[in-house]
């Protein structure tokens, strides 16, 4: 028994963390002798029980691994040989037999079979290896990776035959080497490309077939028959079956996976790295090595992406990215202490991965001129960057020793029940089981080991490009941001639920869209470098809005409409509170991001001085708009211009308003004001326009009437303009004087359906306004364009009494002097007077019941129509405007705020109902403005829950309130309030009225 190989052992293996079940581990073992036919097997199989140094191996295992006590136990034979021969035997002769089977040209089935059977030999002989340290952690991995290239290679040799005789192309030598000459690529990355898998690792490929090699009489299906084989191949390796699986395998790695087939030809992989290839791809491909199908052309095509890999020259940009890769995992210098519990070995602070990528970054930047550093295992990286001085040898040999016992102990982890985790356990006792796994007498000694090893390779990690310019970044907090590679990053989802994202799995997806350049905007190689440098602070910045996942969705659907993104992300860069408007925009005001996507311009604007001002009066807005409007070279840029400038400053208006620097109120004159200076501007324009044919009538003019929000001077951004054309011609004035003369008033309706074109008209630009002309006598049925003396007429024959409430609002935005004071004066008259007050009262009692039939609504925020709202108090001022201008002509004020100012000031109301109006008022045009500005679907919850929590707090700034909750009783009390005095002075007085029919 002195040449057996268990005898040898010296190595101190560990103790059972488990004893009970260790010792049912030995009772299977007995159970599963008697299942042995052969004496001699069972003699020697019932003897190592009895041995003190197989009966210790023996307890490492059962006490320790379900899963290799699974292994063990289903094939006794296989593990006595084990014992008596020695891992490096049996794994070689394990390899040759698989190659043996493989010759005999098997099915697909027996090729699946055999492959499993040899993965879970392999599993326990590579274990048994490692625990009883006679392998090191190198020959582990190596081990590992040789079961993976070549069940890889067998199987696609399979499928392969299977190909060549289905006619789906012609193999050079099908029958003893079908993978030579086939075209057919498969490059293993990551630790498979490394020869580094660790125990129960994925395997990452990337499949490539080359069609200048594969020979084919049916190209055009060539693809479809590449990616059914991908298709096979993924199921014999990764399909879970009675005898197991082989390798999980993941071709996650491949260019952009999201929105490619499987199987990718040459070309294609080649044109994707050549030209929207990341950086973080780059450091990728380090570890890319052919590892079955066609190696001599997975090497042809590795040379051919050398100059992308390797790039001789980094320019500062290409460096500044990859610094920001090494940034996106948020290493520190301390200031924090690892948890040993729940700590990842792999993805955690000072894992393997800070590891590796502290060997792959500069292996990008040095290895274009040092051809020595292009080395793919992470440990002979570090030495061949040592050598050509860019690491010390101290740093170098740390990392390596840190890096060995971590895999060390990621092994482990796996071992315990095959699954692919790198992860301590969270439970104490699951710890303590895996730290006597290890060697450890308890918990406490491995976490006296396990720790220094994690700050050491963290705080190496902190150091690399520590003094290479970052972005400025005011947030400095314990987390990772980590967008490259195919696997998604727990940590990274972990930290974004943090920051306060509900759906961090979308974060991940869409920021890895953009890398893979699905929008215009990423497409460039310099937008997405400066976008992975960017990356950290725009997370951080929708991150603190009230709502951060609208506002990245928002930002997400902005940068899909951009039509390129490297001037847009470098004005990021240089003004990093520029990032955070966006985000503010984006988070709290719905209507304004939907206005920034489609002008993505506007940013420019921002950064202009005076941009944080209020708007100035209609003279110097009017001045600004006539300079620009001087670049102008034809109409068409007239109308081009005119939007721009108004977008500008609508936008401007909004976020002001946004940001409380200016009240709704003054939003409110100011949006008027921009209306009113297009119009200044654009009429005379029109007019050009108009007499280059029709010329002009002399001695005449027409002026532009603005009615409701327009006429009191408090527009919102989703106003319309309520307008009424009125001329004035000599009554002996038979038309125009042009070259095609028109009568006086076809030609003013022909000015005013052209200069209602300039506003609606959308261009390129959008369009300024919707225009409402129903307002004119007789509405729709009426002339487009009145002449003064019809208008005068109208009004005090045939009008309605809603068109004289309108008319209240009335406000000459434009025309002569001459013509103005005639439509005032006119105005004037019409509105002061005397009235039938039965009359007067009943119909607008009535005229608000209809309204509200067509428009009632029981939610609150519908402010305008809800009863108590908006409506009810602008028909309360308008009534008492009609009912007291004969006698009190002070009281015609175009604003419903100054009526009621007014009607208390004269007596005309209460005081306290006055009050009680004008507070409601201005309550309700405080949320109208917000609501405007911010909301853009119908709200449909009374409560208000579907309003941005950004919104309800601007919400309860706003009006002085402590909660939300309390503005919400608080407008429901102002409602009533108004309610019960609009049925005071208007229903209950109406509903004495019986009009007579002259009345009627």
């Not at 001599?296 to 790039?311: H, K, V």
């Not at 009359?839 to 009535?846: G, H």
Request: with cysteine.
């Amino acid at each position: 028994m002195s040449s057996l190989w268990y005898q040898t052992v010296n190595a101190p293996l560990p103790k059972a963390s488990d004893p009970e079940k260790s010792d049912v581990g030995f009772l299977h073992w007995q159970e599963a002798i008697g299942r042995i036919d052969c004496i001699e097997q069972q003699a020697f199989a019932t003897s190592l029980v009895e041995d003190d140094a197989a009966r210790a191996i023996f307890q490492a295992l059962y006490g320790n691994s379900p899963f290799l006590s699974h292994c063990l136990n289903i094939d006794v034979p296989f593990f006595c040989d084990l014992l008596r021969y020695g891992p490096d035997h049996i794994f070689s002769q394990l390899l040759d037999g698989l190659k043996t089977f493989w010759e005999t040209h098997p099915s697909r089935p027996e090729m699946t079979k055999q492959l499993r059977i040899t993965k879970r030999k392999a599993a326990l002989t590579i274990a048994l290896a490692d625990i009883c340290q006679v392998w090191d952690v190198f020959q582990v991995t190596d081990a590992l990776t040789s079961v993976a290239e070549k069940s890889l290679d067998y199987a696609i040799g399979t499928l392969l035959r299977e190909g060549h005789d289905r006619g789906y192309f012609t193999l050079p030598d099908p029958e003893n080497n079908p993978q030579k000459g086939s075209g057919f690529i498969i490059l293993g990355m990551g630790k498979l490309g490394g020869r580094e898998l660790n125990y129960s690792s994925d395997i990452d490929i990337i499949v490539l077939y080359d069609t200048d090699i594969i020979q084919t009489e049916d190209k055009w299906d060539l693809q479809t028959h590449m990616v059914r084989i991908t298709k096979n191949l993924i199921k014999m390796m990764d399909e879970r079956t009675a005898d197991g699986y082989v390798f999980r395998t993941d071709l996650r790695l491949r260019p952009d996976p999201g929105s490619t087939p499987l199987a990718l030809s040459v070309m294609a992989a080649e044109t994707y790295y050549e030209s929207i290839g990341q950086n973080w791809e780059r450091a990728a491909m380090i570890k890319a090595r052919p590892v079955a199908g066609d190696i001599e052309a997975g090497y042809a095509f590795l040379e051919i992406l050398r100059p992308y890999m390797w790039r001789k020259y980094m320019d500062f940009a290409a460096i500044q990215d990859i610094h920001a890769i090494k940034r996106q995992i948020n290493a520190h210098k301390g200031g924090h202490s690892i948890a040993l519990n729940g700590h990842n070995v792999k993805l955690g602070h000072g894992g393997i991965r800070e590891i590796e990528f502290f060997a792959q970054t500069q292996q990008l930047i040095w290895g274009g001129r040092t051809p020595e550093v292009r080395i793919a295992p992470t440990c002979k990286a570090l030495q061949a960057l040592v050598d050509c001085e860019q690491v010390d040898q101290k740093v170098c040999d740390d990392l390596i020793e840190s890096y060995t016992y971590l895999r060390k102990v990621e092994h482990r982890i796996q071992m315990t029940n095959d699954e692919q985790t790198h992860s301590i356990p969270e439970d104490d006792g699951a710890v303590e089981r895996l730290a006597i796994f290890l060697g450890y007498e308890d918990k406490a000694s491995f976490k006296a080991e396990f720790i220094p090893h994690l700050e050491r390779v963290e705080t190496y990690y902190a150091q690399l490009f520590e003094d290479s310019a970052e972005l400025e970044d005011p947030i400095h907090e314990n987390g990772n941001l980590v967008f490259t590679g195919a696997d998604v990053d727990p940590d990274t989802i972990k930290y974004l639920s943090s920051l306060g994202y509900q759906d961090s799995a979308f974060v991940d997806q869409c920021v890895r869209g953009w890398h893979h350049a699905r929008y215009r905007a990423t497409r460039s190689r310099r937008s997405r470098e400066i976008l992975t440098e960017l990356m950290p602070v725009l997370i951080h910045a929708m991150a603190k809005t009230a709502d951060p996942d609208a506002a990245f969705r928002r930002f997400d659907e902005f940068l899909s409409k951009l039509p390129a993104g490297v001037q847009l992300f470098s004005m990021f860069q240089v003004n990093p509170q520029l990032l955070n408007l966006v985000a503010e925009v984006m988070g709290e005001a719905p209507r304004l991001a939907e206005h920034l996507a489609k002008h993505s311009g506007l940013l420019e604007y921002v950064l202009t001085p005076d941009f944080f001002k209020p708007l100035p009066e209609v003279k110097k807005l009017k001045r600004d708009l006539e300079k620009v409007l001087e670049q102008a070279r034809d109409f068409q840029d007239v109308l081009d211009i005119s939007r721009r400038w108004a977008n500008d400053r609508k936008f401007q208006v909004g976020v002001q308003t946004m940001r409380q620097i200016i009240s709704v109120k003054e939003s409110g004159t100011a949006q008027t004001n921009i209306a009113d200076t297009l119009i200044l501007s654009l009429l005379p324009r029109v007019q050009e326009e108009l007499a280059v044919k029709h010329g002009i009538i002399e001695g005449s003019d027409m002026c532009v009437v603005g009615l409701g929000k327009a006429g009191s001077q408090d527009m919102t951004p989703t106003s319309d303009l309520d307008l009424v054309f009125i001329y004035h011609a000599p009554e002996d004035c038979e038309g125009s004087n042009g070259e095609r003369p028109l009568g006086v008033a076809q030609y003013y309706a022909r000015l005013s359906q052209r200069f209602i074109n300039a506003l609606t008209a959308p261009t390129g630009e959008g369009m300024l306004y919707e225009v409402d002309m129903r307002l004119r006598p007789s509405g729709n049925a009426g002339p487009i364009a009145s002449n003064l003396d019809a208008f005068i007429r109208y009004h005090n024959e045939s009008a309605w009494t809603w068109e004289h409430m309108a008319l209240t609002r009335a406000r000459v935005i434009c025309g002569g002097d001459a013509l103005t004071e005639k439509v005032q004066t006119a105005v004037q008259n019409i509105l002061t007077k005397q009235r039938d007050n039965d009359k007067l009262v009943y119909d607008v009692s009535d005229m608000r019941r209809r309204m509200d039939k067509e428009h009632h609504t029981d939610i609150i925020w519908e402010i305008k129509q809800y009863r108590g709202g908006i409506v009810d108090i602008d028909f309360l001022a308008q009534y008492l405007q009609l009912k007291h201008a004969c006698d009190h002509p002070e009281i015609l004020c175009n604003n419903t705020v100054d009526v009621l100012y007014k009607a208390r000031e004269l007596g005309i109301l209460e005081e306290n109902v006055a009050n009680d109006l004008i507070s409601a008022i201005e309550l309700w045009n405080i949320i109208q403005g917000f609501l405007r500005l911010t909301v853009v679907a119908k709200l449909k919850q009374q409560d208000g829950t579907e309003l941005p929590h950004a919104l309800k707090e601007d919400l309860v700034q706003t009006t002085g309130e402590p909660t939300f909750d309390i503005l919400c009783e608080r407008m429901k009390n102002a409602a009533q309030q108004v309610l019960t005095h609009y049925q005071h002075l208007i229903d209950e007085p109406a509903s004495c009225v019986t009009l007579n029919e002259d009345q009627n």
